[in-house]
């Protein structure tokens, strides 16, 4: 573990440094960042600008599941994409090979290889506007744990649905729309889950798992939910991790090195 540290460290210290030699591109992020959050801002404000409301959210609640939807999206920035399309680059030049020769896992080198800082922006809205709007409505310490361990779950079921599109590039090779796939299953989760059909809402919670990502972590934060959900992202999250690990060595499988 202690080597896995030091070099989650190195990967990250590389990365951040490489990065900030383009310090223009953190306020370029920043602005794209804000106007993507006024964007979100404005079409809620739809809904709920003409007395309609989301059936059991009103404006602040359903303001936190834009916080945690904002959020997410920083994690993907920061975290998921600049990995994902490396995954399917390292692939199609042939140097996945060196990634397998290092007697570290390969799954770890390709999900932390690279942090990308542009990402900072939307994590920083996305907590501003959980606390500010969580604030109004007297909450108490516990539900901001529980909420804490829902939104890290949800991190690892969004971490697990891109770590297995990004391990199919090993037979579709170019498959660098791939991140759209992940932008859209975020898109989902910007409202709560009771803003959809009740067909939607059954396959985004029991086919595509969107509804732990956002609404499950926002409930959990006001009290909204019972425990048994708790468990069952749990449960979900595992499953997922398990899968894309195990998944990602039976793609090795078929992978054919630069050499052969």
């Known amino acids: 573990m202690k080597t896995y540290l030091q070099v989650l460290r190195l990967f990250w210290t590389t990365a951040v440094t490489a990065e900030l030699e383009y310090r223009l591109n953190f306020i370029i992020a920043m602005i794209s960042s804000f106007a993507n959050l006024i964007g979100s801002l404005f079409s809620l404000f739809l809904f709920y600008g003409t007395g309609y409301t989301f059936r059991g959210w009103t404006w602040d609640e359903a303001m936190i599941v834009v916080g945690m939807f904002t959020l997410l999206q920083g994690v993907s920035a920061t975290f998921l994409v600049p990995n994902l399309n490396r995954i399917v680059e390292q692939v199609e030049n042939g140097t996945l090979d060196f990634v397998l020769l290092k007697p570290i896992s390969s799954q770890f080198w390709l999900s932390c290889r690279i942090l990308s800082p542009w990402g900072f922006s939307d994590l920083f809205f996305g907590v501003i506007i959980i606390f500010y709007f969580s604030s109004k409505l007297s909450l108490h310490l516990g539900d901001y744990v529980l909420s804490c361990i829902t939104t890290i779950l949800g991190i690892i079921i969004l971490y697990s649905i891109w770590f297995i599109l990004g391990a199919t590039s090993v037979w579709f090779v170019k498959i660098y729309n791939v991140t759209e796939v992940l932008r859209g299953l975020l898109e989902a989760g910007r409202y709560p889950?009771?803003?959809?059909?009740?067909?939607?809402?059954?396959?985004?919670?029991?086919?595509?798992?969107?509804?732990?990502?956002?609404?499950?972590?926002?409930?959990?934060?006001?009290?909204?939910?019972?425990?048994?959900?708790?468990?069952?992202?749990?449960?979900?999250?595992?499953?997922?991790?398990?899968?894309?690990?195990?998944?990602?060595?039976?793609?090795?499988?078929?992978?054919?090195?630069?050499?052969?």
Do not use: C, D, N
């Open 193 to 260: 889950m009771s803003a959809y059909p009740t067909v939607y809402r059954f396959f985004f919670t029991f086919i595509i798992p969107v509804a732990f990502l956002t609404t499950v972590p926002a409930e959990v934060l006001l009290g909204k939910i019972e425990a048994l959900w708790i468990l069952g992202a749990t449960l979900i999250a595992l499953s997922f991790l398990f899968i894309s690990h195990y998944f990602w060595q039976f793609s090795l499988r078929f992978y054919t090195s630069a050499s052969s």
